[in-house]
Protein backbone atom coordinates (compact mmCIF):
# COMPACT_ATOMS: atom_id res chain seq x y z
CA UNK A 1 0.00 0.00 0.00
CA UNK A 2 3.05 2.50 0.64
CA UNK A 3 6.32 2.50 -0.89
CA UNK A 4 8.86 4.57 0.83
CA UNK A 5 12.47 5.71 -1.21
CA UNK A 6 15.11 8.04 0.73
CA UNK A 7 17.42 9.90 -1.28
CA UNK A 8 20.09 12.61 -0.01
CA UNK A 9 22.73 10.31 1.11
CA UNK A 10 26.38 10.94 0.36
CA UNK A 11 29.64 11.52 1.29
CA UNK A 12 30.50 14.40 3.62
CA UNK A 13 33.25 15.80 6.13
CA UNK A 14 32.97 15.91 9.56
CA UNK A 15 31.10 19.01 10.73
CA UNK A 16 29.22 19.51 7.56
CA UNK A 17 25.65 19.08 6.90
CA UNK A 18 23.15 16.70 4.53
CA UNK A 19 19.88 16.51 4.34
CA UNK A 20 18.10 12.97 3.66
CA UNK A 21 14.91 13.06 2.36
CA UNK A 22 11.91 10.40 2.29
CA UNK A 23 9.06 10.29 -0.36
CA UNK A 24 6.17 8.08 -0.11
CA UNK A 25 3.37 6.54 -2.65
CA UNK A 26 -0.39 7.56 -1.98
CA UNK A 27 -2.47 9.02 -0.30
CA UNK A 28 -2.22 8.04 2.88
CA UNK A 29 0.74 9.56 4.40
CA UNK A 30 -0.93 11.88 6.51
CA UNK A 31 -1.96 8.74 8.57
CA UNK A 32 1.56 7.39 8.99
CA UNK A 33 4.01 8.96 12.18
CA UNK A 34 7.31 8.51 10.27
CA UNK A 35 10.78 7.30 12.07
CA UNK A 36 14.23 7.20 10.63
CA UNK A 37 16.50 4.82 11.71
CA UNK A 38 20.40 3.57 10.67
CA UNK A 39 22.70 1.02 10.77
CA UNK A 40 26.09 0.83 10.42
CA UNK A 41 28.31 -2.06 9.94
CA UNK A 42 28.23 -4.85 12.14
CA UNK A 43 25.90 -3.11 14.71
CA UNK A 44 22.07 -3.05 15.59
CA UNK A 45 19.71 -0.32 14.06
CA UNK A 46 19.01 2.08 15.89
CA UNK A 47 16.34 4.75 16.71
CA UNK A 48 17.44 8.11 15.17
CA UNK A 49 14.13 10.22 14.73
CA UNK A 50 10.37 10.40 14.33
CA UNK A 51 7.70 12.47 13.90
CA UNK A 52 3.86 12.36 14.24
CA UNK A 53 1.32 12.82 11.60
CA UNK A 54 0.81 16.54 12.21
CA UNK A 55 4.55 16.92 12.67
CA UNK A 56 4.06 19.09 15.89
CA UNK A 57 5.86 16.31 17.64
CA UNK A 58 9.02 15.08 16.83
CA UNK A 59 11.35 12.85 19.14
CA UNK A 60 15.10 11.78 18.86
CA UNK A 61 17.86 9.41 20.06
CA UNK A 62 19.99 11.62 22.66
CA UNK A 63 23.00 11.28 20.34
CA UNK A 64 21.15 12.94 17.88
CA UNK A 65 19.58 16.09 19.91
CA UNK A 66 20.45 19.35 18.75
CA UNK A 67 22.09 18.13 15.70
CA UNK A 68 19.38 16.35 13.54
CA UNK A 69 15.98 17.81 12.68
CA UNK A 70 12.94 15.74 11.58
CA UNK A 71 10.39 17.75 9.53
CA UNK A 72 7.28 16.07 7.38
CA UNK A 73 5.34 17.71 4.34
CA UNK A 74 2.28 16.14 4.00
CA UNK A 75 1.67 17.73 0.79
CA UNK A 76 4.89 16.65 -0.92
CA UNK A 77 4.03 13.20 0.60
CA UNK A 78 7.95 13.41 2.04
CA UNK A 79 9.75 13.46 5.42
CA UNK A 80 12.75 14.87 5.75
CA UNK A 81 16.27 14.48 7.90
CA UNK A 82 18.42 17.51 8.59
CA UNK A 83 21.28 16.72 9.40
CA UNK A 84 23.96 19.32 10.90
CA UNK A 85 27.69 19.00 12.88
CA UNK A 86 27.73 15.82 11.58
CA UNK A 87 30.67 13.12 13.05
CA UNK A 88 32.27 10.48 11.79
CA UNK A 89 29.69 7.93 14.08
CA UNK A 90 27.00 8.87 12.35
CA UNK A 91 28.16 6.75 9.02
CA UNK A 92 25.79 4.84 8.38
CA UNK A 93 22.75 3.18 6.39
CA UNK A 94 19.59 6.02 7.04
CA UNK A 95 16.08 4.29 6.31
CA UNK A 96 12.73 6.02 6.87
CA UNK A 97 9.74 3.77 8.35
CA UNK A 98 5.71 4.38 8.09
CA UNK A 99 3.52 3.05 10.96
CA UNK A 100 -0.49 3.76 10.00
CA UNK A 101 -1.95 4.84 12.76
CA UNK A 102 -4.43 7.21 14.54
CA UNK A 103 -2.02 8.26 16.73
CA UNK A 104 1.07 8.81 16.99
CA UNK A 105 4.10 7.83 19.65
CA UNK A 106 7.77 6.89 19.30
CA UNK A 107 7.35 3.45 17.90
CA UNK A 108 10.12 0.87 18.26
CA UNK A 109 11.30 0.05 14.70
CA UNK A 110 9.05 -3.94 14.78
CA UNK A 111 6.48 -2.05 15.14
CA UNK A 112 5.79 -0.59 11.91
CA UNK A 113 4.86 -0.99 8.83
CA UNK A 114 6.77 -0.32 5.98
CA UNK A 115 9.94 0.15 5.45
CA UNK A 116 12.48 2.24 2.95
CA UNK A 117 15.81 0.08 1.48
CA UNK A 118 18.26 3.16 2.83
CA UNK A 119 20.98 5.52 1.63
CA UNK A 120 24.05 5.65 2.40
CA UNK A 121 25.98 8.49 4.70
CA UNK A 122 29.42 8.29 5.14
CA UNK A 123 31.32 10.89 7.29
CA UNK A 124 35.21 11.74 6.86
CA UNK A 125 37.36 13.11 9.40
Known amino acids: QVQLVESGGGLVQAGGSLRLSCAAS????????MGWFRQAPGKEREFVAS????????YYADSVKGRFTISRDNAKNTVYLQMNSLKVEDTAVYAC??????????????????WGQGTQVTVSS
Open 97 to 114: AAKFTSYSRNYSDNEYDY
Open 51 to 58: ISWSGRTP
Open 26 to 33: GRTFSSYH
